[in-house]
């Protein structure tokens, strides 16, 4: 069992900056890709950002420029910045942690923290 514990998020004005951080604990060996995937309102989940051991972070096509990924690969831990919020940006946004514990696969999602956007 690898349970997630998410913080930040919140309300902020167009253009805006928040952050959010995520805490990986439990059964872990190795967590191989960390980050978030987030959902809007009456659309399916889809990536945000996700940093990838082998492959470095991957970003999406909106966030590119705007958003930071960083993970303390010891602590089990990732971070999102997001910078010059758009209102597209407001979702829920999920945590999730991939990796194995011993042989075993982990893939794990967080509860979810609410990011709006709004004036």
């Known amino acids: 069992q690898v349970q997630l514990v998410e913080s930040g998020g919140g309300l902020v004005q167009p253009g805006g900056s928040l952050s959010l951080s995520c805490a990986a604990s439990?059964?872990?060996?190795?967590?191989?890709?960390m980050g978030w995937y987030r959902e809007a309102p009456g659309k399916q989940r889809e990536l945000a950002a996700m940093?990838?051991?082998?492959?470095?972070?991957k970003y999406a096509d909106s966030a590119k420029g705007r958003f930071t990924i960083s993970r303390d690969y010891a602590k089990h831990t990732v971070h999102l910045q997001m910078n010059s919020l758009k209102l597209e940006d407001t979702a829920v946004y999920y945590c999730?942690?991939?990796?194995?514990?011993?042989?075993?696969?982990?893939?794990?999602w967080g509860q979810g923290t609410q990011v709006t956007v709004s004036s």
């Open positions: 999730t942690a991939q990796g194995f514990f011993g042989l075993s696969r982990i893939h794990s």
């Open positions: 439990g059964n872990i060996t190795v967590i191989s890709a």
């Open positions: 940093e990838y051991w082998d492959e470095g972070p």
